[in-house]
């Protein structure tokens, strides 16, 4: 294909979010290494909750063999990584957290899950990604760029969105 035919190609297409480029780079990848996808572990917060979320991650879906297509469907072994003083209560939840995960999948799609005890990244590196006070300056701002915009989820999703920003600056 010449360069020509490549930027009409390009400007046919118009822009996209950079997050959808990534996901379908490395969503192919992810998936032959680790059997899951990046929105499941993107995910991972809001599927477990905040109490488990800060001490394990998703680390790979075990999918059992089949040997022909007449065998049954099975749902897969989820094997999450989980720091060892925490491993006891994520264990006392699996039953919600296999819930949580089928219902964001849409189906059966796991039976069990597999707790590996390992370290994770420092818990003070995971803190700094919560959520921070805006100072009042930045209040205002963020308060006066939703000013023109109705209440409902989009707002919420805005306005949370703005406090991650603003609270870097802070």
């Known amino acids: 294909m010449s360069q020509d035919a490549k930027n009409q190609w390009v400007l046919r297409r118009g822009a996209q979010p950079v997050a959808d480029l990534v996901s379908k780079l490395l969503d192919p990848v992810i998936e032959r290494r680790a059997g899951m996808t990046l929105d499941l572990i993107a995910s991972w917060n809001e599927i477990v909750g905040e109490k488990h979320a800060s001490y394990s991650r998703p680390e790979k ?8 297509d007449d065998d049954p469907f099975e749902p ?7 720091e060892s003083g925490h491993a006891l209560f994520l264990q006392h939840d699996t039953g919600a957290i296999i819930g949580n995960i089928n219902a964001y999948f849409g189906f059966t799609a796991v039976g069990k899950v ?3 005890q390992k370290p ?3 818990r003070d590196q995971r803190r700094k990604w919560g959520k921070q006070k805006l100072n009042s300056e930045n209040t205002e701002r963020l308060n006066h760029m939703l000013d023109t915009i109705e209440d409902g989820p989009i707002k919420d999703a805005l306005k949370k969105m703005g406090e991650g920003v603003f609270s870097k600056g802070s």
């Open 76 to 82: 897969a072994t989820l094997i999450v990584a989980c």
């Open 120 to 122: 994770l990244p420092a």
């Open 61 to 68: 879906l075990n999918w059992p063999r089949q040997v022909s």
């Open 114 to 116: 597999k707790l590996v």
